[in-house]
């Protein structure tokens, strides 16, 4: 099942009052929570045909986004909605990982109370595996540029 945030941007245009709703399917882990709030609006845009280069968008872009629902396994351990986006994402952050390693334990009827060796080991390898996958996302230097000109 893959965590769905449903959110929400209410604004006023030429005054008439807009209410566009979109699902935001969540990755597991979020790199960059700012790069993130940035497409955010894009994507809404885009799910409702608002063209880019409009003042509406501009108006949209600028208003506040809550979320006002999120589908996922680890629902209960997330605070109450509707709130802030950015807010919901830092909640998210910090949440997420001990949520999803509790299920993964009870899919697997691992007691991590009575092994708290076995918590640790599968909290490390999650840290490793997002470590890797952040590095395999940087972009590489070229050549050129990290030789300079002589």
Known sequence: MQSTITVRVVFDFRGETFRYESD?????????????????????????QLDLISYKFEI??????????FQSRIEPVMPQLPMM???????????????YLQKIAEAYEIDIANNPKLAKALKAAYVLGKEHRLSERKHPVNMWLSRGFT
């Open 24 to 48: 935001i399917v969540l990755p597991l882990y979020i790199d960059d929570i700012e790069q993130f709030l940035e497409k955010l609006p894009h994507r809404i845009a885009k799910e409702h």
């Open 85 to 99: 986006v950015g807010e919901f994402l830092e909640a998210y952050q910090a949440a997420a990982p001990d949520a």
């Open 60 to 69: 949209m872009e600028h208003s506040d986004i809550e979320v006002i629902r």
